[in-house]
Nanobody, 122 residues
């Protein structure tokens, strides 16, 4: 079992920045791949960024490339999502997920956090 707790969401103006954190417990962080996903009202969940167990491999959705950076600190069992140049269309509930492999397919992840709201005002 893996428990995931997200933090760092909030309200920010367009062009601003936020850093989301996801603390994992229950298993050693280095044994699990991690990902960030988001879901806006009335829309399906979409992948944002994923990172491999070691942190050497990352992948991003086209919509966030160049603006968002995923990273992890296995010593702290924590994964981060640095979000810069935020846009109103980034508004969503952001979820952290853990699984065996770093894939943009959310169905491959076994564990999910409760989500944190990110709201970007124009």
């Amino acid at each position: 079992q893996v428990q995931l707790v997200e933090s760092g969401g909030g309200l920010v103006q367009a062009g601003g920045s936020l850093r989301l954190s996801c603390a994992a417990s229950g298993r050693t962080a280095s044994s699990i791949a991690m990902g960030w996903f988001r879901q806006a009202p009335g829309k399906e969940r979409e992948s944002v960024a994923v990172i491999s167990r070691s942190g050497t491999l990352t992948s991003y959705a086209d919509s966030v490339k160049g603006r968002f950076t995923i990273s992890r600190d296995n010593a702290k069992n924590t994964v981060y999502l640095q979000m810069n140049s935020l846009k109103p269309e980034d508004t969503a509930v952001y979820y952290c997920a853990a699984g065996r492999i770093a894939t943009m397919n959310g169905h491959e992840y076994d564990y999910w956090g409760q989500g944190t709201q990110v709201t970007v005002s124009s």
